[in-house]
């Protein structure tokens, strides 16, 4: 059974690669570092907060058909 800091741990991490992803393709497209920063870190927290509650949730349907 994974704890609420396992997720978001796990949450986290996948979102860094993500973010770095994100930020290279940002760049590219945009040419500022400045705008690429800031749409990688407002999908970062956006994403990771996502992904959090859907483990959550996903947790807890689980739980209940197991039983």
Do not use: C, D, H, P
């Amino acid at each position: 059974m994974e704890t609420r800091k396992q997720t978001f741990t796990k949450a986290l991490s996948w979102e860094a690669i993500s973010f770095v992803l994100t930020l290279v393709v940002s760049y590219t497209v945009t040419g500022s570092v400045s705008e690429a920063t800031m749409l990688s870190v407002a999908l970062f927290v956006t994403k990771v907060l996502l992904l959090f509650v859907y483990e959550r949730i996903f947790r807890r349907l689980r739980k209940r058909y197991e039983n």
